[in-house]
């Protein structure tokens, strides 16, 4: 059984990662309304207390991006080189951001933190899953993905993000 680390904010945290991913230990660290720098900030605790993981899945940005804070990605970077630092064994997968309705934000917002978040991926040789493009063919053949709030996941929106992880290999020994 693959051990998972989890992090992030409340995409993280609500989700049901035992059901979604049966056959691994979830070990589930997300805090609801947490920002990038805050997950930063608690980054060691984590790192001293967690489990030696197999593989790590960081979702982070979306309560930036709802404070109109788009300047996160250095304190992302940070993340990762911690996290590679800390399990230098472990599969580390960043999820893109979500294209969450923040209808006060222009369009191409996202996809160009993401592109960034896909370039910063590269540079350090992790992961990248690209649920941004996923998520839009969900909701363009009408699949209700997000919950009414246009920004939290509804079970298929945790479902399709587990199918992405589990299709992707990313958690595969």
């Known amino acids: 059984m693959k051990t998972l680390l989890l992090l992030g904010d409340s995409l993280i945290e609500f989700g049901d990662w035992q059901r979604i991913l049966p056959g691994h230990r979830c070990l589930n660290f997300g805090v609801s309304g947490e920002t990038v720098q805050e997950l930063l900030q608690r980054l060691p605790t984590i790192i001293r207390h967690a489990e ?60 160009n933190l993401n592109a960034r978040l896909a370039e910063l991926c590269q540079r350090f040789t992790v992961f990248y899953l690209d ?37 992707g290999g990313y958690l595969t020994a």
């Open 52 to 111: 030696r993981p197999e593989a790590v899945l960081l979702m982070t940005g979306t309560n930036n991006l709802a404070m109109d804070d788009f300047y996160f990605v250095p304190q992302y970077e940070e993340v990762i080189a911690q996290l590679l630092s800390a399990f230098p064994k472990a599969t580390i997968v960043v999820t893109s951001l979500l294209p969450v309705n923040f209808s006060w934000q222009p369009a191409t917002l996202i996809p």
């Open 131 to 167: 649920l941004y493009s996923r998520f839009l063919a969900a909701l363009e053949k009408g699949t209700a993905v997000f919950a009414e709030d246009g920004v939290h996941l509804s079970r298929a929106g945790y479902d399709l993000w587990g199918q992405a992880l589990l299709q």
